[in-house]
């Protein structure tokens, strides 16, 4: 068999399905990602006030004022699980691997998603209810006092007001999470001459950038569960205020007995095995003034 059950994705298999994630979480894609071990990571920050000084011939030498905050990032488990027939436990090699391919890439879709749905909303992304870490781990929990109502007929009015109060805290801008229905009103905005304004936004383009930074559009922005936010836009310093990364241990387990995932029918007799694979994902945001978001009233 190619793979047994209880052992580990071979490591280019990990680092190939997290790199497909990158293409479908809109954090992945805005976000530099950091290397997680599993007991953790502490990312610090430093402020150093204060310009530096030229120190002359039997000068003092003046004190600077440095402030250091740090923020642990600790992995959290992501589980996905599916059924597929026990066809699996006698067929060839290659068809075996077959199965695993696709297991795989839904495996990463089904991690890019939930990786947005809890970073982004701070929820439990099967049951869509708020996680303990909402009000401390996430944009909708942290970001409160850089927000924007959203007007779809302003909107980018909006995106340039959340990208002034970011500045206003001497941060950075370097990347833009929009929504569908943002990414939309975008590309229908016309001049006076009706000349469309962004025209790389319409009939649902999703470009690379916008005026120098890096943008994504991704449904996961407006998810409904819990007390989640309709997020038409986040702007901010996603590549140095914001990590992210996964334990490169994601173990595989075959189960072929009872209702693991509680469909309500025995795997046993329905013929059926149930692949489960475990993945470790970590993520902090490390200054909240760093980002705006624009979120529908």
């Known amino acids: ?54 120190v002359g011939e039997g000068e003092a030498k003046g004190a600077g004022d440095a402030k250091i905050t740090s923020k642990v990032i600790k992995p959290l488990k992501f589980v996905y699980q599916a059924r597929i027939t026990d066809e699996f436990k006698y067929a060839t090699e290659e068809k075996q691997m077959n199965y695993l391919q696709h297991f795989m890439d839904g495996f990463a879709k089904k991690m890019a998603e939930a990786f947005d749905i809890a970073a982004l909303h701070g929820l439990e992304p099967k049951t869509l ?41 001497g941060c950075e801008v370097t990347g833009l999470a929009l929504s569908p229905l943002a990414g939309g009103a975008l590309g229908k905005k016309r001049d006076k001459n009706e000349v469309h304004l962004y025209p790389e936004f319409r009939f649902g383009q999703n470009p690379n950038s916008f005026f120098g930074m890096t943008s994504d559009i991704n449904k996961t922005m407006t998810v409904e569960g819990g007390t989640a936010r309709k997020d038409h836009a986040i702007v901010g310093d996603f590549q140095n205020m914001f990590k992210w990364g996964y334990a490169e241990n994601i173990p595989m387990e075959i189960i072929e007995y009872g209702d693991p995932d509680g469909a309500g029918r025995d795997l046993k007799q329905y013929n059926e095995i149930c692949l489960r694979a475990e993945a470790f994902i970590g993520w902090g945001i490390l200054d909240e003034t760093a980002f705006a978001r624009v979120e529908e009233a």
């Open 1 to 54: 068999m190619v793979l047994k059950s209880g052992s580990l994705f071979p490591a280019e298999t990990v680092k190939d399905m997290f790199s497909k994630v990158q293409g479908h979480s809109v954090l992945a894609k805005l976000s530099g990602q950091t290397p997680i071990p599993f007991n953790g990571i502490e990312q610090f920050i430093f402020n150093l006030e204060g310009n530096a000084q030229i």
């Open 129 to 169: 209810t708020d996680a303990t870490f909402r009000n401390t781990n996430s944009f909708d929990g942290v970001i409160k006092g850089n927000v924007v109502t959203y007007e779809e007929a302003k909107v980018d009015s909006n995106i340039e007001d959340a990208v002034l109060q970011v500045r206003s805290k």
